[in-house]
């Protein structure tokens, strides 16, 4: 049997999505909130995972879950589709619309599974770069938005792994100029302000993504697709029945219960964020960009594969980007605690060109 036979040619040729393993070191490369469920709280959550009971399916659909997620966006529960994190939310868009428009168009840099999903779900992809600013190339955009193509088009506000917002102004005219869909992934969205859902109201071609995952709920995997019902309704027929864990329900349920604790803990984000700016801004050799998420994204004067090594060897783990033309010595750090970004910028400060890194 000849493997390469048999696999899609698209899947074959990448090298796949790998997150690093790596134990016992300061973690600021999954862009994860770093402060982690205190008592009593805890005891709270461990309670309610008590009451699952493991021998039954959860809830296929997850009404409960809708109904009051959708309270909490402000949206109506037809309007809400939750997912095994945003992850499976794209695949089932990716293998949802495939009509007589169909393909994929994303802004690069950008969040890589929008195209890794893409690719692999069959979908024609094209990327476009966005301009010297990080921001949308409306122009360059237009030029690739044809009768029959995309139907699908993400946009990453925040940006991923830029941390910027991209104009309103020009999401809006790419809304507006294309055939298909525009995904508006707000992934980020608690750390930078209004949330851009009102576009809803104007336009029935805006698809919303979000996720508890960046707000200290990583570990359950929880992602919200929002849209107009006619919408949500076709893709529910792509969701697998029991796509959301019984004891992921239980805990989303615990985060909407406690609400403020969580909305703390982004606020001391923010401020960390702002702190880890300043800090950054001091290394000479390092060009920070200014960052709405909750990470900030820098360019380095010299190599970043020696950068990154020298961090793992004091145990920082960070995500490095150094990849030609449009991220050359790029570094992506995740804000953590007081401590852990202090430690960073420490391990930054003591590594020099001189040195060779």
Request: aromatic share 8%; charged share 25%; proline share 6%.
């Amino acid at each position: 049997m000849n493997i390469k036979d048999l696999i899609a040619r698209e899947i074959y040729r990448q090298s796949g999505y790998v997150a690093p393993e790596q134990s016992g070191a300061v973690k600021l490369d999954s862009n994860e909130n770093p402060f982690s469920i205190q008592e009593p709280l805890k005891r709270i959550l461990t309670e309610k995972i008590f009451g699952v009971d493991l021998n039954r399916y959860p809830e296929a659909g997850s009404p409960e879950l809708r109904e009051r997620f959708a309270e909490y966006y402000g949206v109506k529960k037809n309007m809400i589709m939750p997912g095994n994190g945003s992850d499976e939310l794209i695949q089932i868009l990716c293998m949802t619309v495939r009509g007589r428009i169909k393909g994929v168009l994303v802004p690069v840099p950008t969040f890589s599974m929008y195209k890794i999903i893409a690719l692999n779900t069959g979908c024609r992809v094209i990327e476009v770069p966005l301009d010297k600013k990080f921001d949308l190339d409306v122009d360059a955009i237009t030029a690739n938005i044809k009768s029959n193509f995309p139907a699908l088009i993400f946009l990453s506000c925040p940006n991923s792994p830029t941390g910027n917002l991209f104009n309103r102004a020009r999401i809006e005219a790419v809304i507006r100029k294309t055939p298909g869909l525009v995904v508006i992934d707000e992934a980020y969205g608690a750390f930078c302000g209004p949330s851009l859902l009102p576009l809803l109201k104007k336009y029935d071609n805006v698809i919303f993504l979000k996720t508890v995952s960046k707000l200290g709920m990583a570990s359950i995997r929880l992602g919200f697709l929002i849209g107009h019902p006619d919408m949500i309704a076709q893709l529910d027929k792509v969701r697998l029945p029991y796509n959301i864990n019984a004891l992921s329900q239980t805990a989303a349920g615990f985060f909407l219960d406690h609400q403020d604790e969580f909305t703390k803990q982004i606020k001391e984000i923010t401020v960390r964020r702002d702190e880890l700016y300043q800090g950054l801004k001091t290394i000479k050799w390092i060009k920070a960009y200014p960052s709405r998420a909750n990470f900030i994204f820098f360019s380095c004067a010299f190599d970043s594969n020696r950068i990154y090594n020298k961090l793992v060897e004091k145990g920082i783990i960070v995500k490095n980007l150094n990849l030609p033309p449009l991220m050359t010595n790029c570094i992506r750090v995740t804000v953590g605690t007081k401590k852990e970004n202090e430690a960073f910028l420490k391990a930054l400060q003591d590594i020099t060109p001189e040195r060779g890194a």
